[in-house]
């Protein structure tokens, strides 16, 4: 059930194969040294770009200068974003939604982009957020047991509330509890599976017979919180509710999630729910695949260490450089491949100093491991401060985020 002016999930499945890169919400890969062709992916998926004209209309509207994720392609496409900027213009309410599917009891750097990003939406816009801890969903894919997943979700609570969210404008639920504690939010679940049949689950999320029952109903659950009627302690009972728009900041492969619902929403008396989509943060070892968490080497964690960082980085990054000095010096490197370049285009936020960090090291006169002890400055610093946040995030404050509760609007 794809958006109309998505393409067939079958050529684009064709599609991904011929350029050997293939995008889902379940594996990310690509044989190109320069990661995933962006391009190719917004006219598989049918998004649109974000253009220079939106920027300047988001920093007319909003007197913020734009992120620098959306100053440097981070987030680069998007679908509807026009309308919520209409509404914030316009005044009339809408919120925020994201989520985290909680496998693993360290997030790494790669889970805190679309949180760092949300929360400059939720500072420039003023809004509730809500997000969504997808521990039934990580039962159902993972080999981890239901109890260890619902303990998962809070502890990943502990490192989104680090990065500096409203209390007073912020919901974080765990499905587990919520599902169960909130009849509209069943309900919900319940009217969009009603409008999506097996074959165009199968079509969106090339589900098989083998699949469990469970991950066919799934993507209802992620799709329920798009919508504000999920949300009565939010948003109240009225009919007005359905009036609500819901912007939500996430990774581009979670979109077949998202297509699915806008397709449903209409058939609800709802609005689509608009996105804004990030690129992925590339594995160490390069850009043919995201940062992985079951993958230790590939990832630079929340919890790591300021020695950790120091070595992963000095050991596992991938260079752009030259095999030798002289041909470093005379040729440059390559910073489309370089992993310690790319990495310092999502953290490090004077865009001067990037653009001489990019001059220095392509013109030759910036070395590997100048570029690379450049990063770990930047990475001990970012990672050393969410820790120190994280300590202050005591159980009561966890849950005091994820109780059900009006939010200031």
Request: aromatic share 10%; with cysteine; net charge negative.
């Amino acid at each position: 059930m794809a958006d109309p002016t998505a393409p067939d999930p079958a050529e684009a499945a064709s599609a991904g194969q011929e350029d050997e890169q293939v995008v889902d919400p379940w594996q990310v890969k690509t044989s190109s040294d320069k990661g995933i062709d962006y391009d190719k992916l917004i006219t598989q998926f049918g998004s649109s770009r974000i253009t220079d004209d939106l920027l300047e209309r988001f920093e007319r509207l909003t007197g913020k200068k734009p992120h620098r994720f959306m100053r440097r392609g981070v987030f680069f496409s998007h679908r509807d974003l026009s309308d919520i900027l209409d509404a914030y213009e316009k005044k009339t309410p809408f919120y925020l939604y994201t989520g985290r599917g909680p496998s693993s009891e360290a997030m790494h750097l790669g889970h805190l982009i679309p949180f760092i990003f949300t929360k400059y939406l939720q500072d420039v816009f003023n809004v509730p957020l809500v997000v969504q801890l997808t521990d039934d969903e990580k039962f159902l894919w993972k080999n981890l047991t239901a109890d260890e997943c619902h303990e998962l979700a809070y502890k990943n609570a502990r490192d989104i509330i680090a990065c500096g969210f409203d209390m007073n404008k912020t919901f974080i639920f765990s499905d587990f509890d919520y599902v169960g504690g909130c009849p509209e939010f069943y309900k919900t679940i319940v009217r969009i599976e009603k409008h999506v049949t097996l074959n165009q689950a199968k079509g969106i999320f090339g589900f098989t017979d083998s699949d469990c029952i469970g991950k066919i109903s799934f993507p209802a659950i992620q799709a329920a919180p798009s919508f504000g009627v999920s949300f009565p302690a939010i948003f109240g009972r009225e009919e007005s509710v359905k009036d609500v728009k819901c912007l939500i900041p996430c990774a581009i492969d979670q979109d077949p999630y998202f297509r699915m619902t806008r397709d449903v929403a209409p058939k609800l008396g709802f609005h689509k729910p608009a996105l804004i989509h990030s690129t992925f943060f590339p594995a160490l070892q390069g850009a043919q695949t995201k940062m992985n968490a079951s993958q230790a080497n590939s990832s630079i964690f929340l919890t790591d260490t300021a020695t950790q960082i120091k070595d992963k980085i000095t050991k596992e990054a991938y260079s752009g450089g030259r095999d030798t000095l002289e041909e470093h010096r005379e040729h440059g490197g390559n910073t489309d491949v370089d992993i310690s370049y790319q990495y310092l285009t999502f953290f490090l936020d004077d865009d001067d100093k990037l653009r001489q960090i990019k001059e220095d090291y392509e013109s030759g006169r910036m070395l590997t491991g100048e570029l690379k002890k450049e990063l770990i400055t930047v990475l001990q610093e970012l990672v050393g401060e969410h820790q120190k946040r994280r300590e202050m995030v005591t159980e009561d404050v966890v849950k005091q985020y994820m109780k059900p509760r009006p939010l200031c609007q």
